[in-house]
């Protein structure tokens, strides 16, 4: 009888605690996120309303061409942190096709290009994963690992039909 209680209690144990690190973990991914989006949004702050409309976008000042490729290496850190599994499966659905379409519109696309070949230069970062998200909208950098893909798709996780978390871009 005792080693009966011993294992239930050793069992609700060790349930307690995986779900408390997996809570600790959730709430983790969520203030990594909540950072970068105020990253996003401080960058924005930075471009006249003519440039986040496309209009004049040749003719941007030194301050708002830096904050368009500011928010390039901003994606590109938010992409390395997907694939690292720190940001949900929800949050990279918005940003990562936000990030796509913000990259096809007038000033970006023409900086965005620059910054290709600023990169292939070897003056600028690599930008792996924004090169893939450049041609592909539905390019998602998620975590490869067996166990990680597992446990994105666990039934407990939340569903897309919820709320988004993070501003569109």
Do not use: C, K
Not at 51 to 69: F, I, K, N, Q, Y
């Amino acid at each position: 009888m005792e080693w009966l209680s011993l294992t239930i209690a050793l069992l609700t144990a060790s349930v307690a605690s995986g779900i408390a690190i997996w809570q600790v973990r959730t709430q983790r991914v969520r203030q990594v996120e909540d950072f970068y989006v105020a990253r996003y949004w401080s960058l924005l702050d930075r471009l006249s309303n003519r440039t986040l409309r496309g209009m004049d976008a040749d003719s941007l000042s030194e301050p708002e061409e830096a904050a368009v490729r500011l928010y390039f290496r901003l994606s590109e850190d938010e992409a390395d942190l997907r694939a690292q599994g720190w940001v949900s499966d929800d949050t990279w659905r918005d940003w990562g096709g936000a990030i796509h379409s913000q990259m096809h519109r007038p000033p970006f696309d023409r900086l965005w290009a620059e910054t290709t070949q600023d990169s292939d230069a070897g003056r600028d970062y690599a930008f792996r994963h924004l090169r893939q998200l450049w041609r592909d909208a539905a390019y998602d950098p998620a975590p490869s690992r067996t166990f990680r893909r597992w446990f994105r798709r666990t039934p407990w996780r939340r569903s897309a039909t919820t709320a988004p978390r993070s501003p569109a871009r």
